[in-house]
């Protein structure tokens, strides 16, 4: 059976502090390793981050020290994805394992596709509060993350198939069972998702409404579940990914709109998501991620999507003043 007790942590944004603290705090230091390459180490090696206020002790390695680990968690954002392929290269062995908590409907294949689908488990970090400026972070929310296998197929509506295993549905089995024990040993919120497609579209869906939203708007928590223009842009971003997931066999419930819309209301009001923070520190957002994809999957099924057209060109010409 096998044993996590080496885990590496790619990227050092709210997540993956939130993650790589909760890992420390539980096992101690060297239970857990943030991976950089060179650039990155440089600019981080010497920093004191904190989490809400209190000095985290953390273990930062170069990404040329080759060191294979049992768990690889990926916590970059989507533009950073391409380079943290190569920096994780280094750490991934026959017998690793790889979560991604990124946002979108996108990561694990292409994660996937680089080192094998059999190594992937499909992972949605959600229902936590975390922010980071600079090096300190904060959060009242650690959430759960939702776990489940990937359907392992040639169709394009799920998984494509593994590759580097013969047997990858015993594989996913036996990753499952491995990162269940040690969430349970460590004391991280998470749940087991049957239907994990269906969990990933519907996270997809609040991003792609409250991320946006708080970004273009420039809001918090707050003002976007509030009724008014604000609020009817959240809602309409998301009702257009419902009734794409419909278009694409996924089959979102109507009810989802609403059960989200009660998560965003229990956390810190005064908080805002990933995008948002983005724009404050003037950096390019996920936007292709967001409203990029609905896009292109509307015109591929032939529908308007009015409000993430919106949102998209909004958001286009923000960044443009950057």
Request: charged residues 25%.
């Amino acid at each position: 059976m096998k044993q996590i007790n080496r885990t590496a942590i790619i990227g050092m944004g709210a997540l993956g502090l939130m993650y790589g603290e909760h890992i420390v705090t539980a096992l101690g230091k060297n239970a857990v390793a943030f991976i950089l390459d060179n650039d990155r180490f440089a600019k981080n090696q010497n920093k004191a981050f904190t989490c809400n206020g209190k000095k985290l002790n953390l273990q930062i390695k170069r990404s040329s020290d080759k060191e294979i680990f049992d768990l690889v968690i990926v916590a970059v954002k989507y533009n950073s994805l391409k380079s943290a392929l190569a920096t994780m290269k280094n750490c991934i062995g026959p017998e690793t394992i790889i979560i991604s908590v990124m946002n979108g409907i996108s990561s694990e294949q292409i994660i996937g596709q680089q080192f094998g689908m059999d190594k992937m488990l499909i992972t949605i970090a959600q229902e936590m509060d975390a922010m980071r400026d600079d090096s300190d972070l904060v959060y009242t929310k650690k959430g759960v993350l939702v776990i489940g296998k990937p359907t392992f197929s040639d169709n394009s509506k799920t998984m494509p198939a593994a590759k580097l295993s013969t047997s990858p549905a015993a594989t996913a089995d036996e990753n499952l069972e491995a990162v269940k024990n040690y969430f349970e040993k460590i004391q991280l919120p998470f749940r087991i998702e049957e239907n994990i497609m269906y969990r990933l579209w519907a996270k997809w869906m609040l991003n792609v409404g409250i991320n946006q939203t708080c970004a273009v708007f420039d809001t918090n928590y707050k003002t976007a579940t509030t009724p008014g223009k604000i609020m009817d842009t959240f809602v309409g971003a998301m009702k257009e990914v419902v009734e794409l997931s419909h278009l694409e066999g996924i089959n979102l419930a109507d009810s989802e709109v609403d059960n989200y819309i009660r998560i965003i209301k229990t956390l810190a009001p005064e908080g805002y998501p990933s995008m948002a923070q983005d724009r404050k520190a003037k950096r390019y957002s996920e936007v292709e991620m967001f409203a990029g994809t609905v896009i292109e999957l509307a015109a591929k099924h032939g529908i308007d999507v009015p409000v993430n057209k919106f949102l998209y060109n909004e958001m286009k010409k923000i960044e443009s003043e950057y």
